[in-house]
Structure formats: structure tokens, C-alpha cells
């Protein structure tokens, strides 16, 4: 049901995208003018599918039909913070590049995209420091649960783990805002290789203890005597 409802209200996005491709199509308009009204298109249509998205998973008017298992108060919280970041992500975006189309300087077109990209970043922080003693409440009440190690992990997240996400939001900028060469991909690619890297360890490490728990097992004949 909630997906129905959230593909209806894309009805008239994609209307309306299709009646500017028709439009452009048949009226021939300047490029310049083509370009900055499909870019402003794509804006509308993209900021309506990323919020019908939001709406299947959080639904905050509709418990029934939520797709996550939330509490009313937390659904409407993660609704709203979605739709910040989806009107600041894409309008910010598409707003760039419309000034870019219309053929700005790269000083002022870069420019814009780095406040541009600050104020995202510091929305998510915003975010991170409202949500850190929701997220540290929950890994502690979880730290029970597992192995030893992964218990130590989550006691670990539960103390800093919003510093680290903080932390890696602003370095990552960083790294983008001085142009270093590849710095911002390779920084991401560290990341997915030291995440895949501590969970191979995780696994071979239990693989490792359940085989030395059995070469190692007395037999019970054995344990009697």
C-alpha cells in the first residue's frame, strides 16, 4: 500500500518531465534556455522520488503501512531530517549547476558548490550530534548480545562513534575543499577495504576457534575416566 501511495505521487513529476522533454522537443527553444529549464525538471523530479522513497520506508502518518518498524515520533523525526537534506541536496546541486549552464566563472561556479557542499556537511553533523545518545542508548542496550568482540565493538561505537563520523565527514571534505587528486576516492576506498578487512578477521577468527575447539575436545569417554 505504501508503495502504491508513494509511486501515485510521482504521477505528476514525471508528467511534468515528460511535458518539458515533449516541449523542448517540439518548440526548439535557445540551448541555454533548454538546459537550465530540463535541469530545473530533473530537480523537481528527483526531490519527488527521494521523498516518495522516505514516505515507503518512514510513512509517519501511516503506521499501517510503514515499511520500518518505528515509533510514530521517530518516523516523523527521520521524515522531516530526509526531506531537509533531500531539498538543500538536490536543489543545492541543480541550483550550481543552473549557474554553471548559464555560464558563471569556474571561480564563482566552485565556489558555490564548496558552501554548497559545507552546508550539507553540516547538516549530517547536526544530525550525528542529535541522533548520538539515541544511537549510544542502543548499542549499549544491544552490548550484551554476541561474541566478546563484537561486544567490545559495539561499547566502542557507543563512545565514539559519532566523533569518528564526525570526524571523517570533516576530513572528507577537506580533502574534496583542497582538490587533492584522487585524496576524497582513495579515502573512501580505504574505507571499504578496512571494513571488508575487519569482517574477513571477525570470520576467520571464529573459523579459527571452532576448529581448535574440535582438534582440541576430549571425548566424553575420556572427560569420565
Known sequence: VSLGLSLFRLIPAVVMLLAVFVGLTLLLPHPLGAA??????????????????????????????????????????????????????????????????????EGVTRGLFEVYAAILVIQVITLVFQQRREVRARLASDAGSGGETLRNVKRFLAVYGHAITVAYLIVGY?????????????????TLYTALLIALCFVLRRFLAAILRRLFRIPVRLAAR
Do not use: C, H, Q
Open 36 to 105: 537550465v529549464a530540463l535541469a530545473a525538471a530533473w530537480a523537481y523530479f528527483v526531490r519527488t522520488a527521494l521523498l516518495a522513497v522516505s514516505r515507503i520506508f518512514f510513512a509517519p502518518l501511516r503506521p499501517s503501512v510503514r515499511f520500518l518498524p518505528l515509533k510514530d515520533e521517530t518516523a516523523a523525526y527521520w521524515n522531516v531530517w530526509m526531506r531537509r537534506l533531500t531539498d538543500l541536496g538536490v536543489y543545492g546541486y541543480y541550483f550550481v549547476r543552473i549557474v554553471e549552464i548559464l555560464r558563471a566563472s
Open 174 to 190: 577537506g580533502l574534496w575543499f583542497l582538490d587533492y587528486p584522487d585524496a576524497l576516492g582513495l579515502m573512501v576506498r580505504a
